[in-house]
């Protein structure tokens, strides 16, 4: 069965740190694999997206790993802001093209502290 | 500020109504989607469409149905709501393999 795994569940570090949010999935076949971060009440915001031959991918201060031999992702976050509180959403794409048949993770709850 | 609208923001509603929560783009993006959000799962597909005039079922399409006569808009009915129903519900769209965008959800619960 197709599956997207996130660890940990919930994490909080102070304000300044940084942190790595694991994602492991049983997807076949691989296309993609995108990290969203989701606000509190808000829709989820592309972050990175990967194909299979990309390793690593940032967007300022996120940067996303793929091992495409494991299967496992991770987020990491530099010098976190409180702003960076919100969940954190690894999705795997199947397959290329507009099929919307996404994998998507439970998510990471992050929460920064001052 | 270009994106996804969606309406009404949060509902609140009795069980066996009717309800029809609206979706519009101005993207002009050819996919569009709609998900539930339920507290420890991942978002789940309920119906997509992948051009206008054509639909598809997801994940999870069991009383809900949707139409997409445009581009820009892609209505979801519940024709008779149940209580498994109450969730938040995302609409979403996409063009070729871009990440999709999503909207800021609809809040509903069935009593």
């Known amino acids: 069965k197709n599956q997207v795994e996130q660890s940990p569940q919930s994490l909080i570090i102070l304000e300044g740190k940084n942190c790595t949010l694991q994602?492991?999935?049983?997807?076949?076949?691989?296309?993609?694999l995108r990290w969203y971060k989701q606000d509190t009440g808000r829709g989820p915001v592309s972050l990175t997206i990967m194909t299979f031959s990309e390793n690593t991918k940032s967007n300022g201060r996120y940067t996303a790993t793929l091992d495409a031999d494991t299967k496992q992702s991770s987020l990491h976050i530099t010098a976190s802001q409180l702003s960076d509180s919100a969940s954190y959403i690894c999705v795997v794409s199947p397959f290329s093209g507009n099929t919307g048949k996404l994998i998507f993770g439970q998510g990471t709850t992050l929460q920064v502290k001052p | 500020i270009a994106g996804i609208t969606q309406a009404p923001t949060s509902q609140i509603l009795a069980a066996g109504r009717r309800m029809t929560l609206r979706c519009t783009q101005d993207m002009r993006h050819n996919a569009m989607y709609w998900y539930r959000q339920d507290l420890g799962l991942g978002l789940r597909l309920i119906h997509y469409?992948?051009?206008?005039?054509?639909?598809g079922k997801g994940e999870v399409p069991d009383g809900y149905s949707v139409s997409r006569a445009n581009t820009d808009d892609f209505p979801l009915t519940l024709a008779s709501a149940v209580p498994s129903q109450t969730s938040v519900y995302f609409c979403?769209?996409?063009?070729?393999?871009?990440?999709?965008?999503f909207g800021d959800g609809t809040r509903l619960s069935i009593l």
């Open positions: 469409s992948n051009t206008a005039g054509t639909t």
């Open positions: 979403a769209s996409s063009d070729s393999q871009q990440p999709q965008h």
């Open positions: 994602c492991n999935y049983t997807v076949s076949p691989f296309s993609n």
